[in-house]
């Protein structure tokens, strides 16, 4: 299965390994690669987390972020955020 991600306005993807529970949900994890930084996040699927941090709206995530997805995909959309000239 694949994320439709969009990072800093960058539109991709990441491939994350998916299987279904005994109820039938569809459940998958994978990696985010980022460059590390805080991010602030615009929008995620309704069941999707952050596996060190849950769901969050901002935080700092590292090179190789581990996901979670329970459900279908959706976009995620993320925003690194302290950058030179922007306020922290």
């Known amino acids: ?6 990072i800093d306005g960058a539109h991709g993807e990441v491939s994350l390994e998916a299987w279904r529970d005994v109820d039938g949900a569809r459940l998958a994890w994978g990696r ?17 987390a952050f ?3 849950g769901r969050i709206g901002r ?6 972020e581990p996901v979670l997805l329970r459900g279908e995909p959706g976009p995620l959309r993320l925003r690194r955020v302290g ?3 922007e306020p922290r």
Not at 32 to 48: K, Q, R, S
Not at 59 to 64: C, F, N, R
């Open 1 to 6: 299965m694949t994320l439709p991600t969009e």
């Open 32 to 48: 985010l690669a980022l460059e590390p930084g805080d991010y602030e996040v615009l929008g995620a699927p309704a069941d999707f």
């Open 51 to 53: 596996a060190r941090h």
């Open 59 to 64: 935080g700092a995530l590292g090179a190789s």
């Open 83 to 85: 950058l030179a000239g």
